[in-house]
């Protein structure tokens, strides 16, 4: 289980992703030290699972609204 992080459960997904790609490119361009590294993968890590459980609670709301007619995209 993740720990609460308030700073970024607030955010929206949209919000939440585009921090993730900035981190993503600053890790990829380097000259960070490592423990400014492992800060900014430790985040990308909350905020993929922040992502992650939006994405989530996001289909469970199609699944609702559908109902039986539910056709999962990947099958």
């Given at each position: 289980m993740?720990?609460?992080n308030p700073?970024?459960?607030?955010?929206?997904?949209?919000?939440?992703y585009t921090q993730l790609e900035d981190i993503v490119q600053k890790l990829?361009?380097?000259g960070l030290s490592l423990d400014q590294?492992?800060?900014l993968y430790e985040k990308g890590q909350k905020l993929s699972a922040?992502?992650?459980k939006l994405l989530?609670?996001?289909?469970?709301r199609v699944r609702q609204l559908?109902?039986?007619e539910y056709i999962p995209l990947d099958e």
């Open positions: 993740t720990t609460p700073e970024i459960d607030v955010l929206s997904f949209e919000a939440a990829e361009s380097g590294s492992l800060d922040h992502c992650a989530d609670n996001a289909e469970l559908v109902g039986d």
